[in-house]
């Protein structure tokens, strides 16, 4: 399926499974609970965000002290964006979403699957390449400082 189909069923879909879930809350605890427990998770969400956060940059000038390629720190900085995003949308199912994202065993664990199993690869000296094989050719090229264009 093509990456624009996609996003447009996520954004007509998802709606309607949070809207049914704020429902489904709402007659079990009442409205006005469930408005209370859908700011108290953006807010446990946004303390969670920063907390980790400043932990993920951390290791990251860590590892960028230490020489290593921060891929994996990158990941996580990522996944820690998308769960502060979807923390401050309004629903259950993309708070718990958002907190697993932000949980630092989970978020680990979705960017070590998406390091190997990426067709792209990070090398620290040579930038990036792609893992499938392609045609390389070989050449040489002159170049001259002095050349210019005459309008």
């Known amino acids: 399926m093509k990456p624009l189909p996609t996003f447009a069923v996520l954004f007509l879909v998802v709606p309607l499974i949070e809207l049914y879930f704020l429902i489904k809350v709402g007659e079990g605890i009442g409205a006005w609970n469930t ?42 900085g990522v996944f820690l964006l998308l769960g502060g995003g979807m923390l401050l949308l309004p629903g259950f199912v993309t708070d718990a979403i958002g907190f697993l994202c932000l949980i630092p065993f989970s978020r680990k664990i979705l960017a070590k699957w998406l ?25 040489e090229f002159v170049h001259r400082a002095d050349d210019r264009l005459d309008h």
């Open 35 to 76: 408005i209370f427990l859908v700011i108290f998770t953006a807010f446990v969400g946004v303390l969670l965000l920063r907390q980790q956060g400043l932990s993920t940059l951390g290791r990251f000038q860590k590892s960028m002290m230490e020489g290593k390629a921060p891929a994996g720190e990158m990941l996580e």
């Open 115 to 139: 390091l190997r199993n990426s067709s792209m690869r990070m090398h620290s000296a040579t930038g990036f390449s792609s893992t499938t094989n392609g045609s390389v050719i070989d050449g």
